[in-house]
């Protein structure tokens, strides 16, 4: 799972100074920093996708099959994760999440998704889904449908 890491190396950079330079020259929030810096360098910061409760995995909440591999097969809460993550890949690879510092026709993904919410009257996650559909490439989708992902039709082993 991506983490956060003020050290990691960044092509002869720390993360901690990338994103201070962002918060300085883009203005950008210290999350919307630190979250461009790791989308820039993911490497820097693991690899793979990354974990969200709420990911729709064959009608259960990807939370709940993980906390279901916890209290029945005894796994600890990372390996649980990263089990449910695996049989339902397609899920984690294929939905865009929302990144505050992602670069949206020249403008950072949280000052659109702020002006919606202040000039639409959007709630902050209707804003950013707005934001996420405009501009579907800068958070892994290829734009259309299927850029908005869908639930996997992997065969379910951990929960019936």
């Known amino acids: 799972a991506r983490q956060w890491d003020p050290e990691a190396r960044c092509e002869g950079h720390t993360a901690a100074s990338r994103a201070k330079w962002c918060e300085e020259h883009l203005g950008l929030s210290t999350e919307a920093a630190r979250s461009r810096v790791m989308g820039e360098f993911p490497a820097a910061f693991g690899t793979g996708?990354?974990?969200d409760p709420a990911a729709?995995?064959?009608?259960h909440s990807a939370e709940s099959r993980a906390r279901w591999c916890v209290e029945n097969a005894g796994m600890c809460e990372e390996a649980a994760r990263e089990r449910v993550m695996r049989e339902f890949s397609a899920v984690f690879a294929a939905a865009p999440r929302?990144?505050?510092?992602a670069m949206c026709d020249?403008?950072?993904a949280e000052s659109r998704a702020r002006w919606c919410m202040e000039n639409l009257a959007l709630s902050e996650a209707a804003a950013q889904q707005r934001v996420?559909?405009?501009y579907p490439s800068a958070f892994g989708g290829g734009g259309g449908v299927a850029a908005l992902g869908c639930a996997s039709a992997a065969p379910m082993q951990l929960v019936a």
């Open 49 to 51: 996708a990354a974990w």
């Open 56 to 59: 729709d995995c064959d009608g």
């Open 98 to 101: 929302w990144d505050p510092g």
């Open 106 to 108: 020249g403008h950072p």
């Open 132 to 134: 996420m559909s405009e």
